[in-house]
């Protein structure tokens, strides 16, 4: 489990982190969303191990992550200026890091060569961004880690090699109960992909939930009469919008207590629909409403 309770960074007096708290349970795809400069990339490398906070603690598994190689060894980073040697090859990189990760697997490595299109003697400052990348994701995959963390990993991957990237990264998180940590600012990206949200904005976080919560709590309702009828007056509604005589709601509660409520109106037309992340996200934050629509589009 990955906990940063408290956090605050400053860079000449710049707060980047402003009393940070992020929980990341074992075994979850954790997204870390924000706008350009909220401070993802910042407590991402208080996370490996690379900035020591000033105030806080930045834990895994309990024990404080700065100065620690035994935890270190447990986490593969893909930072989002991803820097290689001038001289290195693929392959020197791959023995680079197997000294430096006790957890390296050289048959993992070789295997995952299949999925990653590139010859292992090629010259890593000579391969595109995305080819880098790509690379950057083969190492961190043979690191047999039990932690991933990945700042704005797709940024520069094509279509395919996206899709290829998270497959094996879910792949693994299914097989091996890896815990990974990814940060984007944009929702969308991670939607498919994340069991848990985070969202930061200037050096905080504004709400961090599981999926399975949020799903669970807010319904979009679908839903048309024959004539004129009232809706019970109890029910909340975060938001609700008519066309013609199809009404859709977003209403807080249980998807089918609610549903089953409606029902018993004897609607023409009822229909349940799964809220996107984005959606919840909105109607859930409800007063910062325009805080979080700026930050999520
Ligand atoms: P994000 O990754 O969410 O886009 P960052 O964590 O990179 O945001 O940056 C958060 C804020 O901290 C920004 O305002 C940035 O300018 C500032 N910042 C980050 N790193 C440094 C640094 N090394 N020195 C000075 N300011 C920094
Ligand atoms: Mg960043």
Not at 17 to 34: E, F, H, Q, S
Not at 58 to 65: R, S
Not at 122 to 149: D, M
């Amino acid at each position: 489990m990955i906990e940063v309770k408290n956090v605050t960074k400053s860079f000449d007096g710049f707060r980047a982190l402003d009393g940070l708290n992020i929980t990341v349970p074992r075994g979850a795809v954790y997204g870390l969303v924000g706008p350009n400069g909220a401070g993802k990339s910042t407590v991402i490398r208080h996370l490996a191990g690379i900035y020591r906070q000033d105030a806080g603690e930045v834990l895994v598994d309990g024990a404080p992550v700065f100065d620690n190689p035994a935890v270190k060894s447990r986490i593969a980073y893909i930072p989002d200026d991803i820097f290689y040697y001038t001289q290195a090859t693929i392959r020197d990189m791959m023995r680079f890091t197997r000294d430096l990760y006790p957890g390296f697997d050289t048959d993992c490595f070789e295997k995952l060569g299949e999925a990653f299109p590139l010859n292992p003697k090629r010259l890593v400052r000579k391969l595109s961004k995305g080819q880098q990348k790509q690379v950057a994701f083969w190492l961190a995959l043979a690191q047999r880690p039990e932690i991933v963390i990945l700042d704005e990993p797709v940024d520069g991957l094509d279509p395919v090699m996206r899709r290829q990237v998270w497959s094996l990264l879910l792949a693994d998180v299914a097989e091996r109960g890896t815990t990974v940590l990814v940060s984007s600012h944009n929702l969308r990206e991670l939607e498919d992909v994340c069991d848990h949200v985070g969202i930061m904005d200037h050096g905080k976080m504004l709400l961090e939930r599981s999926l399975s919560e949020l799903q669970d709590n807010v319904v979009k309702i679908q839903l048309a009469f024959a004539q004129e009828t009232a809706l019970p007056a109890d029910l909340e509604i975060l938001h609700r919008s008519e066309t013609g005589r199809l009404q859709q709601l977003i209403l807080r509660g249980k998807p089918d207590v609610l549903s089953a409520r409606l029902a018993a109106l004897d609607p023409l037309f009822l229909d349940v629909l799964p809220l996107s992340l984005e959606e919840i996200f909105i109607y859930e934050l409800g007063g910062a409403e325009h805080e979080v629509k700026d930050i999520v589009l």
